[in-house]
């Protein structure tokens, strides 16, 4: 029997996390499984929460809440000394659901406690992201998708507006705002024995298909083929 370990972000889905969880916890108990919860507190609080769940010997670690939330176990898990040994487990009560469209994993939240309970399991890669803030070299995994340019800047807009609504609407909403100041960037992509030095609007890279709330924005990625795809966008104008 698997020792569960469920991480729940109550902010999610525009703070209906606290409210699901309530119904998700009783679902759980219903299914017989064995577990233990802790809610998370701010921005950072899941990797916390997830590397210590895995360093204290949790095989299995859920994340409860958006992408973001899962971002967050799945670095957490990553970064123990355990992470071999732990399974990441996925109930989406966020408002894009990206990654579990990706994974295959239902979005509808009861649906998802039915999973829990089944043995099928799914290896998948992992994107590492090396970048420098304050001086100081970090590093960060990813599972879904990683932007710079435009997309990364939609992100950070998207993330300041009040999301009631879900999907591709929090989205659609920031990328408008980030256009009004949005400057196309120079990047250097160096991939294999080739270097490209280019003036872009995005560029994306991406384990999964999915991002910006249900876009299907490389759509021959798959979450278990060895590979990342590169999407670039090029140097357009604003109205293009």
Known sequence: MLNTKFIVNPAAGANSSRRKWAIILDL?????????YQYTEGSGHAIEL?????????????????DGTVNEVANGILNSQNAKDAVLGIISTGTGGDFVRSAGIPRDYVKACSTLSSPGRLSIDVGIIEYFKKGQKLRRYFVNTAGIGLDA??????????????????????????????????????????????????????NGGYAGGGMHFAPLAKLDDGLLDTVIVGDMGKLE
């Open 153 to 206: 800047a939609v992100v950070e807009n998207t993330e300041k507006i009040p999301k009631y609504f879900g999907g591709t609407i929090p989205y659609l909403m920031g990328l408008v705002r980030t256009l009004l100041s949005y400057k196309n960037k120079h990047v250097i992509i160096r991939s294999g024995g080739n270097i490209d030095k280019q003036r872009v609007v995005s560029v994306i890279v991406a």
């Open 28 to 36: 759980l108990k219903h299914l017989g499984l064995h577990f233990e």
């Open 50 to 66: 997830a590397k210590k769940a895995a360093s204290d010997g949790y095989d299995r670690i859920v994340a409860v809440g958006g």
